[in-house]
């Protein structure tokens, strides 16, 4: 017999007596999303246009720093807890060592100062890497055709500074140097800054759902070669484990798994082998896809933007790093 056909002499179990009534399901669900578990990210561009679409990110836009007040302040309305903040480059500020990163007048130093004497509440967060700064488009310093991994520590490091100086709460580095998080941690605790975050991305993938992020930064053309070197293989899920076990032995806070749903196995392993708060970036690639789906009308917005980002919670994920930020908190606040 059966064992889950009846228990003794009972008649047998029926799984849908608790999911047959909307208040049974909230009462009985495992997890639950809300807009405390979101990152908006926002492309930043020097200038005064205000806004400007991303082509191949519909619904999505750069925007200057007189716009950005009035547009992170959507995210301080609907109870999003923090920004993630990404710039976008003149070609003119750009070089082959990047140090545009290391000026503490740059686009969001001055951005992070703006934004906490306005929401001094809202968390920020600031992405720690070389490409949108480099004429090559790679992460780290290039030397000879080949990453300069150590070299490329100390500038990070700078960036690092200036940027906590300016009031980015949490540095998120997506470099993928061996080392960074500790060359990072000491000169942090160094100055004094010992309570700023790092949310390492500990898990980036060499992936090919990237395209339209680049797109946003104008770093797709810029790209010299590719980040296979230093990113991760996605045929690889052991060699992740160890690289978020040296982060944390570094002193990383958090930790990032990027790209998201491709990867879920992997946040899945990475939250319960280490239980430490967990974050997955649902990277510019996903969220074109789904948006390009639900604007030809092939899906609906109204179950798929969120059924996308529980998938993140289902598998263990502490917050999500979404594109979707702002629709998903839409939702959820209307029930």
Same mark, same amino acid.
Request: with cysteine.
């Given at each position: 017999?059966?064992?889950?056909?009846?228990?003794?002499?009972?008649?047998?179990?029926?799984?849908?007596?608790?999911?047959?009534?909307?208040?049974?399901?909230?009462?009985?669900?495992?997890?639950?999303?809300?807009?405390?578990?979101? %990152?908006?990210? =926002?492309?930043?561009?020097?200038?005064?246009?205000?806004?400007?679409?991303?082509?191949?990110?519909?619904?999505?836009?750069?925007?200057?720093?007189?716009?950005?007040?009035?547009?992170?302040?959507?995210?301080?309305?609907?109870? %999003?807890?923090?920004?993630?903040?990404?710039?976008?480059?003149?070609?003119?500020?750009?070089?082959?060592?990047?140090?545009?990163?290391?000026?503490?007048? @740059? *686009?969001?130093? #001055?951005?992070?100062? *703006?934004?906490?004497? #306005?929401?001094?509440?809202?968390? !920020?967060?600031?992405?720690?890497?070389?490409?949108?700064? #480099?004429?090559?488009?790679?992460?780290?310093?290039?030397?000879?055709?080949?990453?300069?991994?150590?070299?490329?520590?100390?500038?990070?490091?700078?960036?690092?500074?200036?940027?906590?100086?300016?009031?980015?709460?949490?540095?998120?580095?997506?470099?993928?140097?061996?080392?960074?998080?500790?060359?990072?941690?000491?000169?942090?605790?160094?100055?004094?800054?010992?309570?700023?975050? *790092?949310?390492?991305?500990?898990?980036?993938?060499?992936?090919?759902?990237?395209?339209?992020?680049?797109?946003?930064?104008?770093?797709?053309?810029?790209?010299?070669?590719?980040?296979?070197?230093?990113?991760?293989?996605?045929?690889?899920?052991?060699?992740?484990?160890?690289?978020?076990?040296?982060?944390?032995?570094?002193?990383?806070?958090? =930790?990032?798994?990027?790209?998201?749903?491709?990867?879920?196995?992997? %946040?899945?392993?990475?939250?319960?082998?280490?239980?430490?708060?967990?974050?997955?970036?649902?990277?510019?690639?996903?969220?074109?896809?789904?948006?390009?789906?639900? @604007?030809?009308?092939?899906?609906?917005?109204?179950?798929?933007?969120?059924?996308?980002?529980?998938?993140?919670?289902?598998?263990?994920?502490?917050?999500? !790093?979404?594109?979707?930020?702002?629709?998903?908190?839409?939702?959820?606040?209307?029930?």
């Amino acid at each position: 017999m059966n064992q889950f056909s009846t228990l003794g002499s009972y008649p047998a179990v029926r799984m849908r007596r608790n999911r047959a009534d909307d208040w049974t399901r909230r009462l009985v669900a495992e997890n639950v999303l809300s807009a405390n578990d979101l %990152i908006w990210p =926002i492309f930043l561009k020097e200038g005064s246009m205000r806004s400007e679409a991303i082509t191949s990110m519909p619904g999505q836009v750069r925007v200057t720093l007189d716009g950005l007040i009035e547009h992170a302040g959507r995210a301080v309305d609907l109870g %999003i807890p923090a920004i993630a903040l990404f710039p976008v480059i003149a070609s003119d500020r750009k070089d082959s060592e990047g140090r545009e990163a290391t000026n503490p007048d @740059n *686009l969001i130093c #001055t951005a992070s100062r *703006l934004l906490k004497a #306005t929401y001094p509440s809202l968390g !920020l967060i600031g992405d720690v890497a070389l490409d949108p700064y #480099t004429t090559h488009g790679h992460d780290g310093v290039l030397r000879d055709g080949l990453i300069a991994n150590d070299e490329s520590l100390d500038i990070l490091a700078q960036q690092a500074m200036v940027l906590a100086q300016a009031g980015i709460d949490t540095l998120a580095p997506s470099d993928m140097m061996d080392g960074r998080i500790g060359k990072l941690r000491t000169t942090l605790d160094l100055a004094g800054l010992t309570d700023v975050r *790092l949310m390492s991305y500990a898990a980036k993938y060499a992936s090919g759902f990237y395209g339209p992020f680049r797109d946003a930064l104008g770093s797709s053309g810029a790209l010299k070669g590719d980040k296979r070197t230093y990113q991760m293989d996605p045929a690889n899920s052991h060699e992740a484990l160890r690289e978020v076990a040296m982060d944390l032995q570094e002193g990383a806070d958090m =930790i990032m798994v990027k790209p998201g749903m491709p990867y879920l196995d992997i %946040i899945q392993r990475v939250t319960t082998t280490f239980n430490v708060p967990t974050f997955a970036y649902q990277v510019s690639g996903e969220y074109s896809m789904i948006k390009g789906a639900i @604007n030809n009308g092939w899906l609906d917005a109204d179950t798929v933007i969120l059924e996308s980002l529980m998938a993140f919670k289902r598998a263990g994920c502490s917050g999500v !790093l979404t594109y979707f930020a702002i629709e998903a908190a839409e939702r959820l606040k209307r029930g």
